[in-house]
Structures are given as structure tokens and as C-alpha cells.
Nanobody
Framework: QVQLVESGGGLVQAGGSLRLSCAAS????????MAWYRQAQGKQRELVAR???????NYADSVKGRFTISRDNAKNTVDLQMNSLKPEDTAVYYC?????????????WGQGTQVTVSS
């Protein structure tokens, strides 16, 4: 099992910045990648940013150039720096870890942290 604990959400005005952090504990070996997802009210959960163990990243088009994901593999942490925030970034943000268990990928999720961007 992998436990994920997020921190750093809150309320910010449009154009502002926030930094989300996520710490993984438990069976963190064999984690293949870590990511941030978000879910706005009434919408499906969507990928925001992902980083593999090798450092390959991918971002949702809506956040490219504004958000940056970073990982510390030694500490099993993943951060999301969010700049130039927009009201449409308002959502619950979830940390995700993808771990290979007996050859199969298994997703683990944090409890979520609310990000609210006021106009």
C-alpha cells in the first residue's frame, strides 16, 4: 500500500500562485510515476501533470506554461507549482502514484486538497 498526503491548497486571487506538495509513504518502491489530477465540481477528474521516474513530464494543455511538476525520488515527494492561476483552475487537486504490483499498474490517491481561484 502507498499512502499519499497532500498539502498547500487554499484560496488565491486570479493571477496568483500556489504550490501543492504530496508526500508518499508505505510501499513506495516500484512507484513508476507520480501525478496531479483535479476535479472541478460537476466535472470528471482530469490529469493536470505527470512525471515518470526518468523525469519525463506531460501536462494538460490548459496548464502548459503555467504549472510545473517536480519530484524528489529520494524523498518520494511530488510538487505542483501553479502560477498565473485562473478561476477555471478551481478544483479539488489529487495526488496520484502509479505503482507496479506483481507486474500490474495500481493507482493510489491522496485525499485531495481544495484550490479556489477568485476572479
Amino acid at each position: 500500500q502507498v499512502q499519499l498526503v497532500e498539502s498547500g491548497g487554499g484560496l488565491v486571487q486570479a493571477g496568483g500562485s500556489l504550490r501543492l506538495s504530496c508526500a508518499a509513504s508505505g510501499s513506495t518502491f516500484a512507484i513508476a510515476g507520480m501525478a496531479w489530477y483535479r476535479q472541478a465540481q460537476g466535472k470528471q477528474r482530469e490529469l493536470v501533470a505527470r512525471m515518470t521516474n526518468s523525469g519525463t513530464t506531460n501536462y494538460a494543455d490548459s496548464v502548459k506554461g503555467r504549472f510545473t511538476i517536480s519530484r524528489d525520488n529520494a524523498k518520494n515527494t511530488v510538487d505542483l507549482q501553479m502560477n498565473s492561476l485562473k478561476p477555471e483552475d478551481t478544483a479539488v487537486y489529487y495526488c496520484n502514484a502509479n505503482r507496479i504490483n506483481l507486474g500490474l499498474p495500481v493507482d493510489y490517491w491522496g485525499q485531495g486538497t481544495q484550490v479556489t481561484v477568485s476572479s
